[in-house]
């Protein structure tokens, strides 16, 4: 409705385009953010291939091959060593990246490991900003009583240390799994991590959220479109979120990134995906007991974390600088 | 301002007390398993059980649980389910080693924050900004646990530069003894925040130098050091002051498990990483009311120095 009365020789404007406009072209100029957005990209793809390097190396991210052998540079060897030290990378196609103390394919497992990773990175922070725009915007445009419930609840997320409320969260479900009516999940889901991490990262979204729905509800177009007799619901969403939209994509990026790093904290605490299946943060709790024999454990999952984390974060990064509103999210996984 | 400051306790008081009953509910409605049926151990009767649940109060209805255990909080008698100790002492004896770890890295991580966000701010766009903000970004994509590791490992065991993990008492070692060993656990966790500083600061920075009041400073002819630190500088800290409250308030409840854990420090938050893997509800509880009271604590120190500094907060709402 309200972006319909824009009169559209704006368009043709060099500096004052549409919004969206502007701030695309101003992405497009940042070659750093683009080239480390198409890195992230690049990474997702890698994950999605996982069973194409799992075909090629001839084996599966759990099978073990502790009395197997390889060719390395014409000599044959051990996967596993008789005092449990597992091959070191191969860089061919059987453990390229080495192995782990069970004779499992790293390789394998960075890029399964990889899928779980960033699915609860980014089913995390969907869920995160599905839940906060709710909140935020309910609280915002009724407020009253029910911005006083909602705030009040966030209040107590904001003051529970979170990953302390994270990881207490975990251990519990991982146990007894969780059902809520006729939804099961059982202790091993991802689903669980996923769901906990999007949980406490809420109020990060929430609050700027409520803001700005706050200033946003005074705005002539929102009373034109309430004289016009729009509802509560179609102001909210027909109204109210399109101008959220920037908000939104300048936490998105920060959100995922968030959320891989605290999977990998939750998990490095026995509080997050469960062994058997790999993630990064289970294949570096695995590693670090074992960096003075096998560092490459610990390195290769560390370095392709921090290599996803980083373009998110450089991504992020302009996207904020593009739409220039302010987002951030605190480091909660210290 | 009395009010205000009145107010702002009452709300502590309210956010303690949902936070203690929330921890309590995560572990007493999530079926994980009777704890009087961990206690008994494997080959137990279903009478030692029914004993030891009457003996803990765990056949009493929820709400009384809560009383009970809050209770016991208070005077100091929580006793661990697991191994039997006191919680409280267990606490204690954590206490100066998690403060140690706090105190040195929040001051390190506001320092070097605020350095480099000035430095970036004020070299904004040339190399060493475009260098300086990589590094930072890198800081923050890190996770503490994985650097920490690689830390103690090569630059403590590999290297011998540093002891491999431990805490040292002042009392025993001597304090050049105790700051050897918790050097590496004040860069890795302020690496951390460092960059989230930084590039804040450095927002901040070019945000304020717009500012009319800063063309004004200038227009009267003072040097630019003098308009940077006493007009720039002074008011771009503000947020990042608030931000370190509450970080701060984090990091000195037992907030940073990974840290403590990786260097294995002892103190509150590995005692709580410890317990929780047990299911060890008592001290989970403990020390989740413990972090949330230093953060709701540091959170309203903040909210009542920002009260008295600017009319308007205390006057809205």
Redesign the interface.
Known sequence: MASGVQPRSHAALPEVGRPAGLALRRLRRNRTALGFGALFVALVALALAAPLWAHIAGTTPSKNHLSDTVVVDGRTEQVVTFDGVPIAPTWQKKFFLGADTNGRDVAVRLLYGARNSLFIGIAAALITTVLAVLLGTLAGYFRGWTDAVIS?SL??L????????G???G???A?????VGPLEISGDSKWIPTMIIAVVSVVYLARPIRGQVLSLREKEFVEAARAQGAGPLRIMFGELLPNLVSTILVFFALLV?NAI?LE??LS????GVQPPEPSW?TM?AEG?TL??TSPHL??VP?LM??LT??SL??FG?GVRDALDP?G?V????? | MGRFVVRRLVGMVVVMFAVSVLTFLIFNVIPNGDPADRMAGKNSTPAQIAAIEREWGFDEPLYEQYLTTMEKVASGDLISYANQTNVVEEIKRGLPRTFALAIGAALLWFAMGTALGLYTAVRAGRWTDTLVTVLALIGISMPVFWLGALASYYLGFKAGLFPNGGYSEIGQAGVWEWVKHMILPWAVLATLFIGVYSRVLRANVLDTLNEDYVRTARAKGLTERRVMVHHVLRNSLIPIVTLWGLDFGMVLGGGAILTETVFDLQGVGQYFAESVGQLDVPPVLAVTLFGAFFIVLLNTLVDIAYAALDPRIRLSS
């Open positions: 009040r209040d107590v904001w003051a529970f240390p979170v990953l302390l409320l990881v207490a969260l251990v519990s479900l146990l007894g799994g969780l059902k990134a790093l990998a904290a490095f605490l026995g509080a943060g570096l670090i960096l003075a610990t390195i560390g974390l921090v984390v980083l974060n450089i990064d302010r951030k605190r480091p909660e996984h210290g």
